[in-house]
T-cell receptor, first 108, second 115 residues
Framework: DAKTTQPPSMDCAEGRAANLPCNHS???????VYWYRQIHSQGPQYIIH???NNETNEMASLIITEDRKSSTLILPHATLRDTAVYYC?????????FGTGTRLKVLA | DADVTQTPRNRITKTGKRIMLECSQT?????MYWYRQDPGLGLRLIYY???????NKGEISDGYSVSRQAQAKFSLSLESAIPNQTALYFC??????????????FGPGTRLTVL
């Protein structure tokens, strides 16, 4: 199973875009990249996922490099409620391997 | 109502006691999972079930057992609780009808303290 590497923490000003990077250099061709976030000790919340192409939904955009070795989650207009731990996960057949995530703090 | 519910939400127990954590879902998903989370760390998979008759060990199954009583219910048991099982426990579900991606959806968690 591929492992991911994320910066332990980041700050972002409210209203600005938050760009959260993730390295997954050992990803296999059929493994998806998923992003979740966890606010305080609540259950992780699904954000977005992708395989090769860039993806966008109502919460965020996911940019995956052409070689698929890294990706970036973009929250276009961060709010204080986006303060959370963000997990980048490479998913194989069924299993999620969680790392320690990036603690994003949105500053007023 | 929440799609994935966990009971109890908080539990304090003593070393050596047997305890059961329960998970129910109304999403109609076929797959269910149990994870634990220790402070400052990500989630680790304990057990997973692809359907009622298919139960598998995850990466940290020692000291735990599970029961899939129905498609909608998946219980986690600690046969003899020990202090290092103090953690947050999360249940998750996913739906293979979506195809390969079967996104997992998590419950609110159970905070377990073993004294």
């Amino acid at each position: 199973d591929a492992k991911t590497t994320q910066p332990p923490s980041m700050d972002c000003a409210e209203g600005r875009a938050a760009n959260l990077p993730c390295n997954h250099s050992t990803i296999s061709g059929n493994e998806y990249v998923y992003w979740y976030r966890q606010i305080h000790s609540q259950g992780p919340q699904y954000i977005i996922h992708g395989l090769k192409n860039n993806e966008t939904n109502e919460m965020a955009s996911l940019i995956i490099t052409e070689d698929r070795k890294s990706s970036t989650l973009i929250l276009p207009h961060a709010t204080l409620r986006d303060t959370a731990v963000y997990y980048c996960i490479v998913r194989g057949a069924y299993k999620y391997i969680f790392g320690t995530g990036t603690r994003l703090k949105v500053l007023a | 109502d929440a799609d994935v519910t966990q009971t109890p939400r908080n539990r304090i127990t003593k070393t050596g006691k047997r305890i059961m954590l329960e998970c129910s879902q109304t999403k109609g998903h076929d797959r269910m999972y149990w994870y634990r989370q220790d402070p400052g760390l990500g989630l680790r998979l304990i057990y997973y079930s692809f359907d009622v008759k298919d139960i598998n060990k995850g990466e940290i199954s020692d000291g735990y057992s599970v029961s899939r009583q129905a498609q909608a219910k998946f219980s986690l048991s600690l046969e003899s609780a020990i202090p290092n099982q103090t953690a947050l426990y999360f249940c998750a579900t996913s739906d293979t009808r979506q195809g390969y991606t079967d996104t997992q959806y998590f419950g609110p968690g159970t905070r377990l303290t073993v004294l």
